[in-house]
């Protein structure tokens, strides 16, 4: 836990009492991974509870979104691969949403397998795809995440989500434009894990040279 993440769960603890206290949190396993020359790495951290709910609530399936593309494989690998090496009793809740990109339930699925078939590990659950209707404007891919999100989580469809946001290179490193530069720009505040810990972003603070290097 950082330094600011440290004084804002006790800011939280003083501000919320008498009514709730979140106790400081334990982990599975805390896994650092490096790049190539070992200048950048990333941790992949697994929580024993999460203060999502009163009493906390024991981790035991762990949710990740996959779009078959780089980011989210590599994270999904690395997840398996921590559990895995680590023999926690823990298991996998892959899921895609299929909209405004259609092929991303068509990439992922074999992904999904392959990682499976790489490490020889059995502890992933059947892939979930949601399907939001067409016809429906409002229901755009980011709010099918939104929603699925609350939803999974209240029916302990996964206990902590991860997913493999990462940030955008320099604006002088990057040939043509940064996208969602509100979100992965350098300047922007990027937490790695929410202060309930029911949400990870393990890549949030590095760019697509660390994945490539671990590739």
């Known amino acids: 836990m950082s330094e600011k993440q440290q004084k804002l769960w ?5 501000a919320l009492k008498p009514k709730r206290v979140f106790k400081k949190p334990t982990y599975f396993v805390e896994q650092p991974y490096y790049n190539l020359d070992k200048s950048e790495s990333i941790i992949i951290k697994i929580p024993h509870d999460t203060d999502y709910t009163i009493p906390p609530r024991e981790v035991k399936r762990l949710g990740i ?9 590599a ?9 895995q090496d680590h023999d926690l009793d823990l298991h996998i809740q892959p899921m895609t949403v299929r909209r405004q990109r259609p092929w991303n339930p068509i990439k992922a699925a ?15 659950l059947p892939h979930q795809i949601y399907y939001p209707p067409l016809e429906d404007p409002n229901q755009t891919e980011w709010q099918e995440f939104m929603d699925r999100d609350r939803e999974n989580c209240k029916n302990g469809v996964w206990h902590v989500l991860y997913d493999g946001l990462t940030s955008n290179p320099p604006e002088d490193e990057m ?3 940064n996208l969602e530069e509100h979100r992965r720009g350098e300047n922007i505040e990027k937490p790695l ?7 990870m972003r393990p890549l949030y603070q590095i760019n697509k040279r660390f994945i490539a290097d671990i590739y």
């Open 65 to 73: 979104w996959c779009s078959g593309g780089a980011d989210s494989t």
């Open 10 to 14: 006790a800011e939280l603890n003083k």
């Open 110 to 124: 074999p992904v999904i397998e392959k990682v499976c078939e790489i490490l020889n590990f059995d502890k992933m």
């Open 175 to 177: 040939p043509y434009e």
């Open 75 to 83: 994270l999904l690998y690395l997840l398996a691969k921590t559990i």
């Open 193 to 199: 894990e929410a202060l309930a810990r029911d949400h």
